[in-house]
T-cell receptor, first 115, second 108 residues
């Protein structure tokens, strides 16, 4: 596709349930990022994948959060045993990682509401 | 980690006015991007500008890396320019650190 796509666009879940959020990066982009935007914390980094390298997980807020990227393309962010403080918009971005430019392009986000 | 401060936090202007948004950062950066978040929440890329000056239509941006700030200029504002403008930087790693944004409201 022309841009980064994410699904679902909205997700409402009950506290304690697991959720999976999906990101399809721009075709050919080797780098993929997850961020989240919440009222209290603003926009914050979660995890970064680059090619076959080990992901940078330094932004994951707890061990309930995990992510994988299969085949160097699609990524899934999983939140286990969701809590109300996990409510936020989860944003995915991708970049081409060319020398001289590293523009990150963002998807429309998944709005997660934990009841 | 790196700190990013944006000013002003809120800006209300009449249609047709010009505006300047500022982004200060606390360390050397190798990536600086300006985004416009529209009312639907989509982050739209405006500029990739870790240094220098760029222009795109009514928008332009300047980053003075040695003094650790960037400016976004919007000329002849239109109502469609309303939204939140974010500056985001990366310093020696890949993850962007975002400022808290400037909320711009253009009144017809």
């Amino acid at each position: 596709g022309a841009g980064v796509s994410q699904s679902p666009s909205n997700k409402v879940t009950e506290k304690g349930k697991d959720v999976e959020l999906r990101c399809d990066p721009i075709s050919g982009h080797t780098a993929l990022y997850w961020y989240r935007q919440s009222l209290g914390q603003g926009l914050e980094f979660l995890i970064y994948f680059q090619g076959n390298s080990a992901p940078d997980k330094s932004g994951l807020p707890s061990d309930r959060f995990s992510a994988e990227r299969t085949g160097g393309s699609v990524s899934t962010l999983t939140i286990q045993r969701t809590q109300q403080e996990d409510s936020a918009v989860y944003l995915c971005a991708s970049s081409l990682k060319l020398a001289g430019t590293d523009t990150q392009y963002f998807g429309p986000g998944t709005r997660l509401t934990v009841l | 980690g790196i700190q990013v401060e944006q000013s002003p936090p809120d800006l209300i202007l009449q249609e047709g006015a010009n505006s300047t948004l500022r982004c200060n950062f606390s360390d050397s950066v190798n990536n600086l991007q300006w985004f416009h978040q529209n009312p639907w929440g989509q982050l739209i890329n405006l500029f990739y500008i870790p240094s220098g000056t760029k222009q795109n239509g009514r928008l332009s941006a300047t980053t003075v890396a040695t003094e650790r700030y960037s400016l976004l200029y919007i000329s002849s504002s239109q109502t469609t320019d309303s939204g939140v403008y974010f500056c985001a930087v990366a310093a020696g790693n890949e993850k962007l650190t975002f400022g808290t944004g400037t909320r711009l409201t253009i009144i017809p």
